[in-house]
């Protein structure tokens, strides 16, 4: 249907500062937002978006809100691949990724689709780091 497109996805995580360091630091994405907001039952917390570089679609880092959720940090598609980060420079951004402290599960290969290598953000989550063939 036009006019349709995915804003967010909340990726949940132990703390914001931490996140937002690792999003923006780390992988070089946005700080799009960081605002006050509150709980459906009226805490207090923060509505925190990243996203990369010229991208649509951002992230909406949840702080997690009690056991159910807190058990759910590094585990969102439970253990599969669930975040896919394409780059246009996949040797320059495993690099950079590599010299900045990320831990890769997989490293690099060369599929059909192009250039692969499996890394976890800070909550734990799995993401594919991906790139054209010989870029």
Excluded: C
Excluded at 50 to 68: K, M
Excluded at 83 to 98: G, K, N, P, Q, W
């Amino acid at each position: 249907m036009p006019g349709m497109r995915i804003d967010l996805v909340a990726v949940i995580v132990e703390d914001y500062d931490p996140a937002i360091a690792f999003f923006t630091d780390v992988l070089g994405f946005d700080l799009v937002e960081d605002s006050p907001s509150l709980t459906n039952d009226g805490r207090p917390k923060r509505w925190v978006v990243v996203r990369p570089p010229g991208a649509q679609t951002g992230l909406l880092l949840a702080r997690a809100d009690g056991e159910h959720q807190e058990a759910a940090i590094g585990d969102q598609a439970a253990g599969r691949v669930g975040f896919f980060l394409h780059v246009d420079d996949f040797d320059a951004s495993y690099r950079r990724m590599t010299d900045a402290g990320v831990t890769f599960v997989r490293a690099p290969r060369t599929e059909p689709y192009g250039r692969v290598a499996v890394f976890l953000d800070i909550a734990g989550n799995r993401w594919d780091l991906l790139g054209r063939s010989g870029a």
